[in-house]
């Protein structure tokens, strides 16, 4: 069992983000705790870097600033596609992540933040952008990642050996 949060541990935590408003926007509270493995980018950098060193047992409050969360918005507005462009096109609703490609094949996740008639309008800007993230978070629990997980990058669930 690993001492304290450091690259390539796997840690299991609670935790409610609230904006500065007070205002919960997500929290896992009444779910099964996130596990995350420290190191991979799972999570928003000031997040990582503030849990860097945690025991498990650790309770603590953070703000991480937009540069460190979800970054700033790009200020651009949101550029409209029509339905027809997609198979699935008359399905997309507000709210939803859509994977494009760039023509030089770097991926980019695009927002949907409006559906009329005939169209859907994204921005690469995320929800939270522009946005103090205020996180509690609780560390329950830490382990070492598999060697599968740390070749993915990412935990396969609570325990590693969780299917996806
Ligand atoms: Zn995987």
Not at 10 to 39: E, Q, W
Not at 88 to 98: E, K, R, S, T
């Amino acid at each position: 069992m690993p001492e304290a949060i450091a690259d390539n541990v796997v840690a299991i935590f609670h935790y409610t983000l609230k904006n500065d408003a007070g205002d919960v926007i997500d929290s896992s509270s009444g779910r099964d705790p996130m596990p995350y493995l420290h190191g991979a980018h799972n999570i928003v950098p000031g997040l990582e870097e503030a849990m860097t060193g945690k025991k498990a047992g650790d309770s603590f409050d953070v703000t991480i600033p937009p540069e460190k969360g979800y970054g700033l918005p790009s200020g651009a507005p949101p550029q409209q596609i029509p339905k027809s462009e997609l198979p699935n096109g008359d399905q997309v609703q507000v709210g939803m992540q859509l994977g494009a490609q760039t023509p030089d094949g770097q991926v980019v996740v695009l927002h949907v933040v409006k559906v009329d008639e005939a169209s859907f309008y994204v921005t690469t800007d995320h929800p939270l952008a522009g946005e103090n993230l205020n996180f509690s978070i609780e560390v329950l629990r830490l382990r070492d990642a598999t060697a599968e997980e740390l070749q993915h990058g990412h935990p396969h669930g609570p325990d590693g050996n969780a299917n996806h």
